[in-house]
């Protein structure tokens, strides 16, 4: 009974030392939250911020940045395979048909309609936006501009319409998608065939642009996003877009009510972030990862020690 006694006494003391232990190393979730990201540039280092602010505040994470395209994360999400992402709010005219167009075009309607759409229909809460907007765009080489004398789509139309030699580097997605060169089309009366794009895998515009730069099979021009931060490093020029085509595409964290009902205190932490990233900074670290070649963690945690969003 005695020897009972001690192996209790010996068990329970290794229960408190282990739990003791765990606490003392601030880890607050046993089950990983899984943070992901699209495949691009600017998702990868958005993704990386989310991760490293979670992780550096005692959350146990799984960090699974540059995921896939938007039609597969979006999914993954909604199933529970993910748990937390950065997401843009001109995508909700894209994920919730019905929707007046215009509401897409400014950013605080667009970021208040797609919250609630959301949360109403995939139990997905939309955490703070950043105060930037990464549209789809397309971008000539600085050459052909100034040939061609374009400075707007409406120009590039008018090229198109002419005969110009035009090959657009791209994505399937922006080809594909009715709100991204569908809607460029449809807007200034222009048609790219088949023959006139080179369609990449990914949706990385540091590839697409990298192409248009050299020339790669005939490219000149490609699909590009209006906080590349490669774009002048590469001879290139965005077109303006200066009938309001595209929506506002502000980055804001997005993760599922489960999570953040759960833990709430993840709005809190991410939202000095997120309203730290305008449109300048983007641009300057996103060309860090693109121009430069370094790895969108480094940026990210770089950025974030600078900040003291999270410490050294």
Known sequence: ?????ILFICS??????????????????????????????????LGNMIALVLAANGYNISNKSEFGTTGIIRKAIISGEIDI?????????????????????????????????????????????????????????????????????????????????????????????PDSLPAFEKAYAFHLKKSQLLVLAGGNTANTEKAAARGTSGVN???????????AALGLLILEDN???????????IIRKAIIGKYPEIRLLLKPVFESLD?????????????????AKAVAKEYLEQKRFIKK
């Open 85 to 177: 992402y950065p997401e843009y709010t001109g995508n909700g005219g894209f994920f919730f048909s019905g929707t007046k167009p215009e509401v897409w075009k400014d950013f605080q309607k667009g970021y208040e309609r797609v919250k609630k759409l959301d949360l109403e229909k995939n139990n997905i809460v939309w955490l703070k936006p950043a105060r930037a907007n990464n549209t789809w765009a397309i971008a000539v080489r600085k050459d052909l501009a100034e040939k061609e004398k374009l400075k707007t789509l409406k120009n590039f139309s008018a090229y198109v319409n002419r005969g110009g030699k035009v090959k657009i580097a791209c994505s399937e997605e922006f080809v594909t998608r």
């Open 221 to 231: 021009a490609a699909m590009a996003y209006g906080t590349d931060g490669q774009i």
């Open 243 to 253: 009938l309001g085509v595209q929506p506002v595409y502000a980055p804001a964290p």
């Open 279 to 295: 449109l300048k900074t983007l641009q300057r670290l996103n060309s860090y990862i693109a121009v430069e070649g370094r790895g």
């Open 12 to 45: 329970l003391v290794i229960i408190i030392f282990m739990t003791t232990g765990l606490q003392s190393k601030g880890v607050k979730n046993k089950v990983p939250i899984v943070v992901a990201s699209k495949i691009d540039t600017e998702g990868a280092l």
């Open 1 to 5: 009974m005695k020897n009972i006694s």
